[in-house]
């Protein structure tokens, strides 16, 4: 009889356990497969120009950032003003990835907002950016100079992200 009176009490206990588990995950941490592994080869033509393409041979042999962005993401605009800070300081190239999105809207917002891209290629299906296995956008990739990606954000990025969890990656990569 006592058994009987005791499941909810378990059950609740470890519904209650798995919760305070949850709430100290950082969302921005989920795990990619990506990680330790070689970027995915894609070309696609770039947003400017459709005769052109972009993809991973633009940013062979170099350290560089991939930021999948999209005008109706809000985080995007977010982290755009960081983005342009970065572009400026010309620490290490940013590659977009425009993301199941409008050309037309994405162009307009790179000359109203700037361009902080060496280029955008411009995935219209999003099919590149499920191989890069985002989950929405903005999402930003650090590649290494063999085409490792070595590092994944999830979420609008900041400067306090960029100093905290790039440029130890970046110095150690560029002085290999």
Not at 20 to 47: K, M, T, Y
Not at 75 to 97: D, K, N, V
Not at 158 to 169: K, Q
Request: proline share 7%; with cysteine.
């Amino acid at each position: 009889m006592m058994s009987k009176f005791m499941l909810p009490l378990v059950a609740f206990a470890l519904l209650v356990g798995m919760f305070v588990v949850g709430l100290n995950l950082d969302p921005s941490r989920i795990p990619s497969p990506l990680l330790q592994h070689a970027a995915p080869e894609f070309a696609i033509p770039s947003l400017h120009d459709a005769n052109v393409l972009v993809g991973s041979a633009s940013y062979a042999n170099q350290v560089a950032l991939v930021n999948i962005w999209a005008t109706w993401c809000p985080g995007c605009r977010q982290e755009h003003g960081f983005l342009l800070e970065l572009a400026a300081e010309g620490t290490i190239p940013i590659f977009g990835l425009n993301w199941r999105d409008d050309r037309v809207e994405a162009l307009r917002w790179l000359e109203t907002l700037g361009d902080p891209y060496v280029a955008s290629g411009y995935d219209v299906d999003g099919r590149v950016g499920i191989d890069w296995g985002a989950y929405g956008a903005p999402e930003t990739f650090l590649i290494d100079s063999n085409g490792i990606v070595i590092h994944k954000h999830i979420a609008p990025l900041t400067r306090e992200i960029w100093e905290h969890d790039f440029v130890p990656l970046i110095g150690a990569n560029k002085a290999e």
